[in-house]
């Protein structure tokens, strides 16, 4: 055997052993429990749940009738489909236990009693609940509106009475609502997506738009006593919000004074600065302590703030020898300080033209701080769209260079460093500029390091999904960061290059146009009208061809079936070929791992989770 093939063999006999461990250590018992306590506690005349369990294989329970899962060798239920089987009795217990289900449909069933009080105990991840066509009765639940990934709820043909709880509006990814032949009443709340007389008709008692308006509850008796009345009531109503007034500014006032006060306070309750070590992973750099860094950032003081995000604030450092420096001050991070420094060692690693280059880091008591190197341009998004003076209008040839190594250092975390990363919010203001506008992307490796919790679908729990306008459209439904939602948020910055638009706000869209950059470029494609998309100031100067093709390109990026978008690699090869006579840069190609399949990176973030 040859040393190669002998090495070959080990890696796999490890691979082997590691699965083996982190299928034991998963704890998938709790599905299996799940699913027996649902079995046990419906009544099934048509025997249609006769589930066996006594295979102990891992995935086995995912052959069961109705069961579909995360992954076909591992027991954990993504979806539980139990529409049309002639189930009965009250709502199913155990499904705590599913306890990474995103999915539960019991439409078309006999069920009757109450819908759980604690629902969103049961179902805290529940992103499509269809409990229509059943004869569940009572009250719709409140806690409902704690299940805030909800994005379907059908509640349609059941026997519940009582009023549609307000707080339901605060489901914000809530897309399809429906109520309707229940026996509800009372006023329908104001959704952020309008709903339909469909979504809520054949209730009785239900009132309000989309309905009949409601009737105010005293119908009129002598008109001089409602105008008294109207004129006491106004009175008092001032007074009232005078008061509250007064009293809200007051507390603002004293919170925001405190707040000052605060903004550092973290950094100077440091105590011994001059021993903390700043680690640098090049020797090259200077030597730095704690003191040093607050030194050179003014002690962490608000006016070297250059920007803060989801994952924390980063502050301005000027070292008295005259470098600058990025310092981010990482959000509380829930690792513990071994596994921090080993995360750090992998993302020093990780170096490529066109990614931020993390220098060092500083463990500072709790605080956790991210040494890298200043970009002086500032963000893509800074330069697209607070045009002023200083800076001008960026014109064609940059903006293409600048897409050519975005998508170049995009395409390599995806596809040839080692570990392959997925950035999961990338965005204009990610991608930062150098002295010569090359473009450098930033925050790569950072959600992990904010979610070091045991399941995959904690990387978007804590946080959320990403920036607005930037979010793929099937993270609202599986909750599961794929390359191809970077694909789709990069799209999303190729069309902010070719249209200058944001986007949230489209400003050349009609004035009744409410929808994002995405939804503006899908209604011109749909009647034909794309060309009008691209920015003004870039037409009729002999790139039109060009700005056409890149704009098929993004436009493909951002398609909503991930499948049909290209990858990261086919994007960066799009866009290079473009580019191709201007010459902008010496032709080092990046390398693709032949293996990096889809699955590869699912499985890479439940191993390093
Ligand atoms: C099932 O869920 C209950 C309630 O959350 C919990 O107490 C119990 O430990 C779970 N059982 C298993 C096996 O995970
Ligand atoms: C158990 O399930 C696995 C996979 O689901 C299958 O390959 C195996 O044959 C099953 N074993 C028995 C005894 O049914
Ligand atoms: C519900 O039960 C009734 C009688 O018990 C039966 O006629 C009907 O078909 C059942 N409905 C469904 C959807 O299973
Ligand atoms: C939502 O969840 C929180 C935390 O579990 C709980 O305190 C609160 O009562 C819940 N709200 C409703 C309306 O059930
Ligand atoms: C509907 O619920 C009410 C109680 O809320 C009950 O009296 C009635 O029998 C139920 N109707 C049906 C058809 O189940
Ligand atoms: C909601 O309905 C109002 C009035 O019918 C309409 O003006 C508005 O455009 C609708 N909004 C959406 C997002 O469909």
């Known amino acids: 055997m040859s040393r190669a093939m002998a090495s070959k063999v080990l890696v796999m006999v490890f691979s082997v052993v590691v699965l083996f461990l982190i299928r034991a250590c998963h704890g998938t018992e ?3 429990l799940c699913l027996k306590l649902v079995q046990s506690s419906v009544r099934d005349p048509a025997n249609n749940l006769a589930w066996v369990f006594d295979n102990r294989t891992e995935g ?13 060798d591992e027991n954990r239920v993504l979806n539980l489909r139990l529409s049309n089987m002639g189930l009965e009795g009250n709502f199913p217990n155990g499904l705590e236990n599913c306890s990474s289900m995103t999915g539960l449909d019991l439409s078309n069933n006999n069920f009757s009693g109450q819908i759980p ?17 059943n004869k569940f009765s009572g009250v719709i639940p409140v806690s409902l509106s704690n299940c805030s990934y909800l994005n379907l709820l059908n509640l ?30 009372g006023e329908i709340p104001l959704f952020v997506n309008n709903i339909s007389t469909h979504d809520v008709g054949n209730n009785p008692g239900l009132c309000g738009n989309p309905l009949a308006a409601c009737q105010a509850s005293q119908k009129k008796s002598s008109s001089g006593v409602i105008i008294g009345a109207a004129i006491g009531g106004l009175l008092f109503a001032i007074l009232v919000i005078g008061v509250i007034f007064f009293f809200f500014c007051r507390k603002v006032a004293i919170k925001r004074k405190q707040k000052e ?37 003014n002690e962490f003081s608000k006016e070297n703030i250059i920007g803060t995000g989801r994952t924390g604030t980063i502050y301005r450092a000027v070292l008295p020898e005259g470098s600058v420096y990025a310092v981010k001050r990482l959000l509380e991070t829930k690792h513990s300080e071994k596994q921090f420094i080993s995360e750090m060692a992998t993302l020093g690693s990780v170096k490529h033209q066109n990614l931020v280059p993390l220098l060092g880091f500083c463990i500072a008591k709790n605080e956790r701080l991210l040494v890298y190197k200043d970009m002086p341009n500032g963000t893509l998004h800074d330069q697209l769209h607070k045009g002023d003076i200083e800076r001008p209008v960026m014109e064609w040839p940059m903006r293409l260079r600048i897409s050519i190594g975005a998508a170049k250092g995009l395409a390599w975390l995806h596809h040839s460093c080692n570990p392959r990363i997925i950035h999961r919010n990338i965005s204009s203001k990610c ?18 390091l904010m979610n070091p919790i045991d399941t995959h679908l904690s990387t978007f729990v804590n946080g959320e999904f990403g920036d607005l306008g930037y979010v793929a459209p099937e993270y609202t439904r599986t909750l599961v960061a794929t390359p ?12 902010e290059l070719v249209t200058g ?45 060009e700005l056409l093709q890149f704009l098929k390109v993004a436009c493909s990026c951002v398609l909503s079936a991930p499948k049909e978008r290209p990858s990261m690699f086919e994007v960066y090869q799009f866009v290079r070929a473009i580019g191709e006579h201007y010459h902008f840069t010496a032709d080092d190609d990046i390398y693709l791992q032949p293996e990096s399949t889809e699955a590869d990176y699912l499985d890479e973030l439940i191993v390093a989770q």
């Not at 349609?156 to 809530?174: E, F, T």
């Open 484 to 495: 191809k939602g970077d694909v789709y948020s990069f799209g999303v910055v190729l069309l």
């Open 501 to 545: 638009e944001k986007p949230t706000h489209v400003s050349k869209a009609p004035e009744d146009f409410k929808g994002s950059l995405v939804e503006w470029i899908q209604y011109l494609s749909e009647n034909s009208l794309l060309p009008n998309a691209i920015d003004t100031s870039l037409i009729g100067k002999e790139h039109d061809t």
């Open 261 to 297: 006060v605060e903004e550092n306070i973290w950094a100077k309750n440091i105590k011994g600065g001059k021993t903390i070590k700043v680690s640098m992973f090049e020797k090259s750099v200077s030597k730095m302590k704690f003191s040093d860094l607050m030194k050179a950032t």
């Open 156 to 185: 349609q043909h059941n026997n519940l009475s009582g009023p549609i709880p307000w707080q339901l509006s605060r489901l914000n990814r809530l897309s399809t609502l429906n109520v309707a032949d229940n026996s509800l009443s």
């Open 60 to 72: 086995s329970i995912c052959k069961l009738n109705g069961v579909e899962c995360w992954h076909p």
């Open 117 to 133: 009080t604690d629902i969103d105990q049961k179902l805290k991840f529940v992103t499509s609940l269809d409990l229509s066509y």
């Open 30 to 32: 709790t599905d299996l």
């Open 431 to 448: 991608i930062l500029l150098d002295e010569d506008f090359e473009p450098k992307i930033s925050n790569f490796g950072l959600a992990r």
